[in-house]
């Protein structure tokens, strides 16, 4: 099956959407992007997410991230559920999103992402769109991809760490640890020297005695 790799560029393809009909690339514009699919609207998973989506979008607008949903029913659908969704949300229940949902029922689109899941099928037979995460630079390439069945809901404070990590680490020779947040503590990456990692990190170098003698692990605080 068709789909993305890290590094691949996005395919500039053309959709209606919920915002009009849009062109992606022109869409992303200068800006980091998060491309998330779900199996089919009015679904309840789909519903939560899409609702914690919404809530946090101020923090992904922040970071000058533009969020794009995708699902294989149609525009009028989309619509329709969105009112579902801010009711969920607690909101008044009008069609607007503070992002764009793809309309995707030929599944097109998701077959050339490579976004369908084989275990879950429709009345028809036919495989639900899986739940991807794309997230993509501003220079349009993949950065970061997660793919979820379609039973399982995604959990966006994840996604939006992700995201602080990708945006720090690409502008700092740097890596971020498990379970890092942001503000703690980052590790050097190994290609740097050390007397080259005390000029680029005044704030100190710390390394971690083991038994190997080796001194690979190294962190320092964020930049």
């Not at 793809?102 to 077959?111: E, F, G, P, S, Y």
């Not at 899941?117 to 639900?128: A, C, H, S």
């Not at 950065?143 to 379609?150: E, F, G, N, V």
């Given at each position: 099956m068709p789909g993305l790799l890290l590094g691949d560029e996005a395919?500039?393809?053309?959709?209606?959407?919920?915002?009009?009909?849009?062109?992606?690339?022109?869409?992303?514009?200068?800006?980091?992007?998060i491309l998330f699919s779900h199996p089919r609207d009015f679904t309840p998973v789909c519903t939560t997410e899409?609702?914690?989506?919404a809530k946090l979008a101020p923090e992904f607008s922040k970071r000058n991230v533009?969020?794009?949903?995708?699902?294989i029913d149609d525009v009028s659908d989309h619509l329709a559920w969105a009112k579902d969704i801010n009711a969920y949300n607690g909101d008044e229940p009008t069609e607007k999103l503070p992002f764009p949902i793809?309309?995707?029922?030929?599944?097109?689109?998701?077959?050339q992402l490579g976004m369908l899941?084989?275990?879950?099928?429709?009345?028809?037979?036919?495989?639900?769109t899986a739940r991807v995460v794309f997230v993509f630079g501003p220079d349009k390439k993949l950065?970061?991809?997660?793919?979820?069945?379609?039973?399982t809901g995604r959990n966006f404070d994840e996604i939006l760490r992700v995201v602080d990590s990708l945006q720090?680490?690409?502008?700092?020779?740097?890596?971020?640890?498990?379970?890092?947040k942001p503000g703690e503590r980052v590790m050097v990456v190994p290609?740097?020297?050390?007397?080259?990692?005390?000029?680029?990190?005044?704030?100190?170098?710390?390394?971690?005695?083991?038994p190997s003698g080796k001194k690979y692990l190294r962190y320092t605080p964020q930049p």
């Open positions: 395919p500039n393809f053309e959709a209606d959407t919920t915002h009009g009909r849009i062109r992606f690339h022109d869409f992303l514009g200068g800006s980091w992007g899409l609702g914690r989506a533009k969020m794009i949903a995708l699902s793809i309309a995707d029922a030929n599944r097109k689109l998701a077959v899941d084989p275990d879950e099928q429709d009345k028809q037979g036919m495989p639900l950065k970061l991809s997660i793919l979820y069945p379609a039973t720090l680490t690409v502008k700092h020779q740097v890596a971020t640890p498990v379970d890092w290609s740097i020297p050390d007397a080259e990692a005390k000029k680029l990190f005044p704030e100190g170098v710390f390394t971690k005695e083991l």
